[in-house]
């Protein structure tokens, strides 16, 4: 792809890439590459297991991996040559990750790392993982390619480690940086996120309900320092155009098998249909830890679900395609984990899906209850058949909130919109 002269300049920090799981990121990534942001990606970890990738294309060829660049001579040659060419940046950097971070207990972390584990990385503690002072050792190295390159900003995709790597390297080179943060890393482990937040340029998240967080729990930033970007979905891939017939009406669900999904709780609300003599077949598609307990649960209930396992984003659309109601009963978990807006409830509504959730997050952003699908207090599987109950014995209502939620998703969540709103979210940050 021929690319025009461009000051936008932009180095993007993620953990992992290309993972098939984040679709979204990559899209993010492509279409700000093709709406002329002159970009290129810095990538953490290569995927060391066997799961699938997403197949990068051109921004693969833009991608560096850090893994390249952490031999010990590399890495003390990168801290040789910013000690003496800017030794102000370099020890004020020093300063603020030892200040920030804990090297007495990491260096002992990492030398038991190296002689007792043999390297492997999953016995490093999860807070050595995250020590700022660890990632200042490792970022020196990126730091060095990013100065020769001249990139107006850095940024940081989750507010973990890649955002740590971004402000350090920003305080290194003297570039300003900035990060989206989703959901996990936000609620669950977030790692120095006042002190990110504070340093950085901008903060892009992804829904309303994040960006309130974030205001009301670091104080004395401004709000319009926290910019709200939905993720957006491809309106114009998941369309309804040949809808299959069901007998029975088929309920449909995807998501990883954990907590915060309530998948039990749907199975309980099945439960109840089956009781009150309501047809109703039952289709989870995904794969997680709580894959057995939810197949116990099935045959305590003596429920008849079909699990489906791991499914590609390709055979997502004749799934939505084949079904009539798509069920998502989004719970907090227990270490306060939960999802922002699943891009799967967005995608089902985009296929005229008439979808029962619940009042998490930022659910209630997109799905406007009555109207455009319902939402039900979570942990309620009462609730919940009820709604499947009004659904399956109202067919004519059920394609009208169908309709209607193509109609929302349209209008507030098209993908391409979404991404051209990114672009000059970072314009605008970048002073074009």
Request: aromatic share 10%; proline share 4%.
């Amino acid at each position: 792809m021929n690319k025009e002269t461009n000051a936008a300049r932009v180095a993007f920090i993620l953990n992992y890439f290309p993972v098939l799981s984040e679709t979204f990121i990559f899209s993010e990534l492509d279409g700000l590459y093709s709406r002329n942001i002159d970009l290129e990606i810095f990538s953490l970890f290569r995927k060391s297991d066997n799961s699938p990738v997403q197949d990068a294309g051109e921004l693969g060829n833009r991608t560096t991996y850090l893994s390249d660049y952490t031999k010990p001579l590399n890495v003390l040659s990168s801290h040789l040559v910013f000690m003496f060419s800017r030794p102000v940046q370099y020890f004020k950097t020093l300063a603020f990750a030892v200040r920030n971070g804990n090297p007495g207990y990491v260096l002992g972390a990492v030398f038991k790392y190296l002689v007792l584990h043999k390297g492997d990385r999953k016995k490093i503690p999860y807070n050595v993982r995250q020590d700022l002072f660890i990632h200042f050792i490792l970022a020196v190295p990126f730091a060095r390619i990013m100065k020769k390159k001249q990139f107006n900003l850095i940024h940081g995709h989750f507010a973990d480690a890649a955002t740590s790597f971004a402000m350090l390297i920003s305080k290194l080179c003297n570039i300003p940086f900035s990060f989206t943060t989703h959901a996990t890393d936000l609620f669950v482990r977030p790692v120095l996120l006042s002190l990110k937040v504070k340093n950085a340029k901008f903060v892009l998240t992804c829904t309303e309900y994040n960006k309130n967080y974030i205001v009301e729990n670091i104080k004395d930033i401004p709000k319009d320092k926290v910019i709200l970007n939905y993720h957006g979905v491809a309106v114009e891939k998941f369309v309804q155009d040949a809808k299959q017939k069901n007998t029975i009406p088929v309920i449909f669900t995807v998501g990883r098998l954990v907590e915060k999904k309530g998948f039990d709780v749907l199975l309980r609300a099945c439960k109840i249909l089956k009781e009150q003599g309501i047809k109703a077949r039952c289709k989870i598609a995904g794969q997680g830890p709580l894959w057995d307990d939810l197949h116990e649960q099935c045959l305590e209930l003596g429920l008849e679900v079909e699990f489906l396992g791991a499914v590609s984003h390709q055979e997502m659309k004749a799934l939505y395609q084949n079904a009539d109601i798509f069920a998502l009963p989004c719970r907090i978990a227990k270490n306060g984990d939960r999802d922002g807006i699943p891009n799967v409830i967005a995608e089902a509504m985009s296929m005229e899906l008439p979808v029962v959730s619940t009042y998490v997050s930022g659910i209630p952003e997109v799905i406007e209850s009555g109207k455009s699908g319902f939402l039900v207090d979570p942990n309620d599987p009462v609730a919940l058949a009820q709604a499947f109950k009004y659904l399956i014995e109202n067919p004519e209502i059920r394609n009208d909130i169908g309709l209607q939620a193509r109609n929302n998703i349209t209008s507030v969540f098209n993908k391409s919109e979404k991404i051209d709103e990114l672009v000059e979210i970072f314009r605008k940050q970048l002073g074009e």
